[in-house]
């Protein structure tokens, strides 16, 4: 594996990456030595491989499907690395056209609301038994254009690179297991009869996994904390109506999600990875429990 040239003239002609001409590295291909950034890398277990080589298992002597290739997680290494961010896109476009078609009777049905009874729409909250609204609550938006704009336009721009590092499975595994770190935290301390609805707490939770991944392969972290900080200012701040519960939550479950998706010794990785994600699924059982108890 090349390493990136100390020195300043070197460093300004460092190549771009096959698939991505705009991105310079200093990483190239073990096998084909075409120069790879990092969304494209795939871990081997000498260096890093091309998407390319990987998908056509060239230099090994064997057929493609002799071993299986590994991204730097341990997941399979996909044709569409992208695939799940555009589905997860897509359903929440889709509910957004269902909340606009069909009004607050369809919303007030699935966000996250602790404790409520509204009875000429027999609506319940949590604390009644309603705990699918943990769920389905992070595919729903404010029927303002903004929410959602700015929300999708995040999951693009984080998920897609992290989809590819991590894997379809541990991916959407993390998505999951953010989302509900972010709604039991605001069922736990929000008052029980505030509705809450987005996808933040899991775009949260893939802000910080995306900063461990950086801070393992030792990439300028500068962007993504301004970015994260200006977040969290808007989160905090009293002009907006926003969960903070939600992002606290989905941050804190995505970085120690994460943390296990990255730095997993290889010879227990997925033992270690899903039993962390399992933890965490424990403290949001735990936590939704303790929240029903004391409105019950």
Known sequence: MDQVPSSPQDAQSLPTCYRHPDRETGIRCTRCERPICPECMVSASVGFQCPDCVRNGSGTGHAPSASQPRTLAGGTVSADPRLLTKILIGVNLLLFLVQMSLGDRFTDRFDLIGRAWVSELGLQGIAEGQWYRLVTSMFLHSTGVTHILFNMLSLWWIGGPLEAALGRARYL???????LAGSALTYLLAAPNQPSLGASGAIFGLFGATG???????????????????????????????SWQAHVGGLVGGVVVGYAMVHAPRERRSLIQFGVCALVLVAVVIMTVVRTAQLT
Do not use: A, E, K, Q
């Open 173 to 179: 595994t993390l998505y999951f297991v953010s989302g």
């Open 212 to 242: 461990v991944l950086m801070r393992h392969l030792n990439y300028d972290m500068r962007p993504l904390v301004i970015l994260l900080v200006i977040n969290l200012i808007f989160t905090f701040s009293p002009f907006f109506n926003i």
